[in-house]
């Protein structure tokens, strides 16, 4: 079975300031991997994915995640931080197990960003 | 011009009433789901219909029934309302790829909001 945990529940940076959410997963296969973003009141938004191809993978926004396979990682960073980040950010695995494209999700970790 | 569009945004009832929620999505889609966020933020997927052919049944109450009309609406009945239903849902689209029948990025609505009293 396939499984993300997010390694913090909540961040907390100052603008300008360099952004790190880490993520672990647990894959029995080569998995796609996510970050998703949620702005209040908001639906979900794709920042980013990792499809077995390049490691370092660039997002919207700024927004970069490496894939790497010896640690089971797939951080999520950003140089600089803007107050717009503030959101929370899910980190997501694709169950390649079975048809359907089922996701599975982190439990979420809130970003605050600090003028 | 929404791409996935759900409704209503918020829903306030009472305990042991039925409502519904509707969703739908005008990207062409051939698959979409429905996910329950709790209060603690976790996402968890409910169902899943592909070109109207339910492939994912979570290990949710039989008082949730799904319904897809065609596959660009998808909608939620609740039955019997209970207090741990009070969640956002949120409804999703996305096209599965033809070779490995995975999704790669899913769309999503803004959400229901329910508040079950």
């Known amino acids: 079975a396939q499984s993300v945990t997010q390694l913090d529940s909540h961040v907390s940076v100052s603008e300008g300031t360099p952004v790190l959410l880490r993520c672990n997963y647990s894959?029995?296969?080569?998995?796609?991997l996510f970050w998703y973003v949620q702005h209040p009141n908001k639906g979900l938004q794709l920042l980013l994915k990792?499809?077995?191809?390049?490691?370092l993978v660039k997002g919207i926004n700024g927004f970069e995640a490496e894939f790497k396979k010896s640690e089971t990682s797939f951080h999520l960073t950003k140089p600089s931080a803007h107050m717009s980040d503030a959101a929370e950010y899910f980190c997501?695995?694709?169950?390649?197990?079975?048809?359907?494209?089922?996701?599975?999700f982190g439990q979420g970790t809130e970003l605050s960003v600090k003028p | 011009d929404t791409a996935v569009s759900q409704t209503p945004k918020y829903l306030v009832t009472q305990m042991g009433n039925d409502k519904s929620i509707k969703c739908e999505q005008n990207?062409?889609?051939?698959?979409m789901y429905w996910y329950k966020q709790d209060s603690k933020k976790f996402l968890k997927i409910m169902f899943s219909?592909?070109?109207?052919?339910?492939?994912i049944n979570e290990t949710v109450p039989n008082r949730f029934s799904p319904k897809s009309p065609d596959k660009a609406h998808l909608n939620l009945h609740i039955n019997s309302l209970e207090l741990g239903d009070s969640a956002v849902y949120f409804c999703?689209?996305?096209?599965?790829?033809?070779?490995?029948?995975?999704?790669?990025?899913?769309?999503f609505g803004s959400g229901t909001q329910l508040s079950v009293l």
């Open positions: 999703a689209s996305s096209q599965l790829t033809a070779t490995t029948g995975m999704s790669e990025k899913l769309f």
């Open positions: 894959s029995s296969y080569s998995p796609s």
């Open positions: 990792y499809t077995s191809a390049a490691t």
């Open positions: 997501v695995v694709s169950d390649q197990g079975n048809q359907g494209g089922k996701l599975i």
């Open positions: 990207l062409g889609h051939d698959t």
């Open positions: 219909y592909n070109n109207k052919e339910l492939i």
